[in-house]
């Protein structure tokens, strides 16, 4: 079985940082691309930040320059540092990952979500 665990979310004053985790743990032969995703109340998910198996990464334009997203395969952790946090940011952010399992088979994974607060 797969498992993609968040961690590092927190309440933060608006200039402050946070780094997120996102680790896979389980039968798992490769990761693939991963994302961070937030969703805030009453508003729908959106991508935050992406990066691939090759390590090219995207960001929200609302992000750029802020956020980085890196990965560390030997540990099979995606990482995601938010810097100049603002009360915008403030969301539950999910991490989604493309696994590959032991048989072979490619599955996608949604973790349980890590709360950031920024206030103002």
């Known amino acids: 079985q797969v498992h993609l665990v968040e961690s590092g979310g927190g309440l933060v004053q608006a200039g402050g940082s946070l780094r997120l985790a996102c680790i896979a743990s389980?039968?798992?032969?490769?990761?693939?691309?991963v994302g961070w995703y937030r969703q805030a109340p009453g508003k729908q998910r959106e991508l935050v930040a992406a990066i691939t198996s090759g390590v090219s990464t995207n960001y929200a334009d609302s992000v750029k320059g802020r956020f980085t997203i890196s990965r560390d395969n030997a540990k099979n952790a995606v990482y995601l540092q938010m810097n100049s946090l603002k009360p915008e940011d403030t969301a539950v952010y999910y991490c989604?990952?493309?696994?590959?399992?032991?048989?072979?088979?490619?599955?996608?994974?949604w973790g349980q979500g890590t709360q950031v607060t920024v206030s103002s």
């Open positions: 989604n990952a493309d696994l590959v399992n032991y048989d072979g088979l490619g599955r996608n994974y």
């Open positions: 389980g039968r798992i032969r490769s990761i693939n691309a």
